[in-house]
């Protein structure tokens, strides 16, 4: 493969058109790091690995992203664009649950980026982890989009009246997510079966008042 930072005649040292070279760099490195996190696990990953399949130094990728933490945000951001891009006019058109089941699709033909993205849930919890604050705030941003389109559905009639569109979405990202975890360590789980159940129990409650519990538990 050539090595674009040894390379003097290579689009970085090219005096026109440097932005446009350095994007096409930092595409051919991010998908060099899908193809690694979709062989390895996230932890095992390292420049090395990403530069040999990119086809780059380490330096330059050091160049372009800044640290390990820079290139893993770049590269989940891509990846994910890339999943949702097709994905994303469902919900306008049939509603979030078949949004969400729509990703669910997408998962089982390529698990990959949510085996990195569960891999970061962890990083995400530690408050003062570099990459903590950006992964909380992407989770965050998914929330507030199934959370907008459940209240579309309840403007459209799709979804009733009685569900609170910000504990639907609560309830409705945690069915998604919690079975897909069960699913990656239980890889004979049919997936999309397991999600098409729970959802028309969940969307049942929703169609009801909601009355708070009573626990009476002797203590």
């Known amino acids: 493969m050539t090595d674009l930072a040894a390379n003097p005649s290579s689009p970085e040292f090219a005096t026109t058109d440097s932005f446009s070279a350095d994007a096409e760099i930092r595409k051919a490195i991010v998908d060099g790091a899908i193809a690694m996190f979709s062989k390895h696990p996230f932890h095992e990953v390292t420049f090395a690995h990403v530069a040999k399949e990119a086809g780059v130094s380490t330096e330059m990728i050091t160049r372009q992203f800044g640290t390990f933490d820079g290139l893993v945000l770049a590269t989940v951001d891509r990846w994910n ?15 979030t649950v078949v949004f969400l089941r729509g990703i669910v699709e997408a998962n089982l033909a390529d698990p990959a980026l949510m085996r990195l993205i569960m891999a970061l849930l962890n990083v995400a919890a530690l408050p003062d982890h570099p990459m903590g604050q ?20 309840v403007e459209l009639g799709r979804e009733p009246a009685t569900m609170d569109p910000a504990r639907g979405a609560e309830q409705l990202v945690a069915l998604y997510e919690g079975l897909t975890i069960q699913w990656m360590v239980r890889p004979r789980m049919d997936l999309l079966d397991s999600y098409d159940r729970a959802v028309t129990r969940l969307r049942t409650g929703w169609s009801r008042a909601y009355t708070a519990p009573v626990w009476d538990i002797a203590v």
Do not use: N
């Not at 664009?81 to 509603?95: D, H, S």
């Not at 950006?134 to 559905?153: E, G, I, N, S, T």
């Open 81 to 95: 664009a890339k999943r949702m891009k097709p994905l994303r006019p469902i919900a306008e058109r049939y509603g």
């Open 134 to 153: 950006m992964l909380r705030d992407d989770w965050k941003q998914f929330h507030q989009l199934v959370q907008h389109h459940l209240a579309r559905d």
